[in-house]
């Protein structure tokens, strides 16, 4: 079927722009019509709705399918916004329809768009399960550590609002993690690239340079300049589970990626609860503790339940294309307790691991000895998964770097 | 001005390429707008024709830029040719030229070597296409750059000053989605979504390329495309290899689709093995059992039908 004519159907007027003021009204409403466009997320700056007034002196305003077509080649940049496009283009269609027409007492309807964003409703909750394990690492943080057995927090569906302390942090605490980070840093920093630079240890000859600097020489080569090739950093992201059955590791998990933020460079930071909140800004350049005190009063549903599924499938439309290609390291930090949907966990796991280089799901249960990934969630989602190994203390953390290259 | 998209889109057909008004909308737009052009849609819709059939249809140069993880100025704007150079300045070794004449000389036009980009800046006659295909392989230092060429048209070479593009070239974009572009980018460009072809688009594109296919049979590809594109495959086929397919059944002259000559030819446009093993067998007999009623039935209704049974009968493997 053909989708243009579809959702465009000719529809042939038979009139012409025949004042200056009318002129004016369309240029008002092709820009009301951007801007429209640009609440409602789509590309549209002063740069399109530009082209979108060239183009209308270019198609026959009159014709529907033609002013769909050119508004649409300009405003347009995924298919994914084409519903959005459809329905603004619509309203806005009604708006212009009237403007050639000779005599119009016709009001337009204003419609104000919104957002169909209905609170998004919690899946009810079922069976709760209680679990034992070996317990990492209380607040003392040492390198190694044999726990005592103490029962983990339950995951509850119930979102909270709830505020953390995290008063209570060491000083050696944070220096430990710090040499945890940076060693996982080096091992990041050795990625080769196909580029070239130039280097005076380099072990391949740059001919254009050489030819340069022997001009000199009358064009004998004496010197040689050498290059070699850039080193290039995958990027990592880190996407970490906060609700309340990771509390005992959250704030030990949230450190480690402040110092990794501020260590390594392109690291982009993600928490998730219910649903998925960036926190990139609030690592950068900030102090641990402010940083955490930020997050903890802003990210909303701290400590809620879990819907590890909802907040991937939410970062794979969102966020992936953006941030996550071949290069990128996926770093999930979560028990996998999930409430929500397995087969959408599923799917999001999917998505993640064809986008990028390497998935790596960190689970600070696989500690446990005892433990066997069968919660519905994570068994689901482990054959999306490069590597899964355990997180609960920092000698894990620094393993780490073992598989970071993509 | 509503004569302009028809005439593009006249002169695309003329040179074979079975067109609609949304892509002809665009051309015109990035012929009058003088703006690049970005092409997305799955592998196999013909994103990339779309540079070479203008380019024919305007009756200028078509330059390429295939790009690919790792491509850098060098390889996409100039190089200098070094052999050349070494041999030149050995063989005016005895004339006595001092080494700033010579070093004039050897960096002159005469020993650059022009790619893609440079030679789509300094063309003389008039504007080419300019191809930039799979930009979404490159990566982003490369589409940094690019961006930079893009609104200028200009490009710098130290030794040889600053070259401004007399014929500011058609410029035409492709990605195949691997990687989202940078919105600077995209808002450099008018976009064009390109789908996999209706049924009415792809016959005619059957029909006009593989001369003398007789009429059933093009429908039945045709149709037997549409079912196959909705099932979820590792690689749906594009239109080359609906053409494939339908040029291979011509080979085996066929009239129409038949069982035996269906399954000999699967390789022609099911790429993959494993959607190979998941088609072989039942579900290829299930459409193919029904293909009369392609001709018969109400073509939507029928490829609705066919397809759910297809899925139920992938599924239930």
């Known amino acids: 079927m053909d989708s243009v004519s579809d959702a465009a159907p000719r529809e042939r007027g038979s009139f012409a722009l025949r004042s200056r003021s009318k002129h004016a009204d369309l240029q008002r409403h092709v820009i009301s019509f951007g801007r429209e466009l640009r609440t409602r997320e789509l590309l549209s700056t002063s740069t399109e709705i530009v082209d979108a007034l060239r183009v209308m002196e270019q198609v026959d305003i009159a014709d529907r399918r033609d002013v769909y077509l050119g508004m649409r080649t300009v405003f347009l940049s995924k298919p994914e916004d084409r519903p959005i496009f459809d329905e603004v283009f619509n309203q806005f269609w009604r708006r212009i329809a009237h403007i050639g027409e000779v005599d119009d007492p016709n009001s337009d309807d204003e419609m104000t768009a919104q957002g169909d964003e209905g609170g998004e409703l919690q899946e009810g909750g079922e069976a709760q399960q209680q679990l034992r394990l070996t317990s990492p690492e209380g607040e003392g943080g040492e390198g190694d550590e044999e726990g005592d057995e103490e029962a983990l927090p339950l995951y509850s569906p119930v979102e909270m609002l709830a505020s953390k302390d995290f008063s209570r942090f060491q000083a050696e605490e944070m220096t430990e993690i710090a040499r945890a980070v940076l060693v996982i840093a080096k091992r990041l920093a050795t990625k080769e690239s196909r580029r070239f630079r130039v280097s005076r240890k380099g072990s391949t000859i740059d001919a254009r340079r050489t030819m340069r600097r022997n001009m000199k020489y009358g064009g004998t080569i004496i010197e040689l300049a050498k290059k070699r090739k850039k080193i290039r950093k995958p990027r990592l992201v880190v996407i970490c589970d906060v609700s309340r059955s990771m509390d005992t590791y959250s704030k030990f998990l949230l450190q480690f990626i402040h110092a990794m933020q501020n260590t390594i460079g392109k690291v982009e930071s993600f928490v998730f609860s219910t649903s998925l909140t960036r926190v990139t800004e609030y690592f950068r350049n900030e102090e641990i503790l402010e940083a955490l005190d930020r997050i903890a009063r802003e990210v909303h549903d701290w400590s809620g339940g879990t819907r590890i599924g909802q907040s991937l499938t939410t970062f794979n439309e969102k966020w992936a294309k953006k941030l996550v290609d071949r290069h990128t390291i996926v770093l999930i930090l979560s028990d996998g307790l999930d409430t929500g949907d397995a087969e959408i966990l599923r799917q999001a796991m999917e998505g993640l691991q064809e986008r990028s280089g390497k998935v790596i799901w960190l689970n600070p249960l696989l500690g446990s000895k005892d433990y066997r990934p069968l919660a519905r969630g994570m068994s689901t989602a482990l054959e999306h998964i490069d590597v899964f190994a355990p997180a609960h203390n920092l000698a894990s953390l620094a393993d780490l770097s073992k598989h970071l290259a993509v | ?317």
Request: with cysteine.
């Open chain 2, 1 to 317: 001005m509503i004569e302009g998209i028809g005439r593009i889109q006249d002169m695309m057909e003329r040179q074979s390429y079975i067109t609609d008004r949304a892509i002809a909308t665009t051309a015109f737009l990035a012929m009058e707008l003088r703006k690049p052009v970005l092409i997305e849609g799955q592998a196999g819709v013909g994103k990339t024709e779309i540079a070479k059939v203008l380019s024919a249809a305007l009756d200028t140069e078509l330059i390429r830029l295939q790009c690919y993880e790792g491509l850098d100025v060098n390889t996409a704007l100039y190089e200098w040719n070094y052999p050349k150079q070494m041999l030149r300045i050995k063989i005016d070794e005895g004339a006595g030229a001092s080494a700033d004449e010579q070093e004039a000389h050897i960096f002159s036009d005469e020993f650059l070597l022009k790619r893609p980009l440079l030679r789509a800046i300094s063309a003389k006659e008039k504007s080419p296409v300019l191809l930039i295909d799979e930009v979404d392989r490159a990566d982003e230092e490369f589409e940094a750059f690019l961006l930079e060429v893009l609104s200028d048209f200009q490009v710098t070479i130290p030794e040889l000053g600053t070259i401004q593009s007399q014929h500011r070239p058609y410029v035409v974009l492709t990605s195949n989605r691997t990687r989202e572009l940078s919105d600077a980018l995209k808002r450099r460009c008018l976009y064009l979504w390109i789908d996999y072809p209706t049924f009415d688009k792809e016959l005619r594109i059957i029909t006009t390329k593989v001369p003398n296919i007789n009429e059933r049979l093009a429908r039945q590809v045709a149709a037997f495309m549409q079912v196959i594109r909705n099932v979820k495959l590792n690689k749906t086929p594009g239109v080359a290899e609906t053409l494939d397919w339908a040029m291979s059944m011509m080979a085996l002259h066929q009239e129409h689709l038949d069982p035996e000559a269906v399954r000999e030819t699967l390789g022609a446009f099911i790429k993959d093995r494993d959607d190979v093993s998941k088609l072989r067998g039942k579900p290829l007999d299930v459409m193919l059992g029904s293909m009369n009623g392609a001709e018969e039935e109400d073509l939507n209704e029928w490829i609705q039908s066919v397809t759910q049974r297809l899925e139920r009968e992938v599924a239930s493997r």
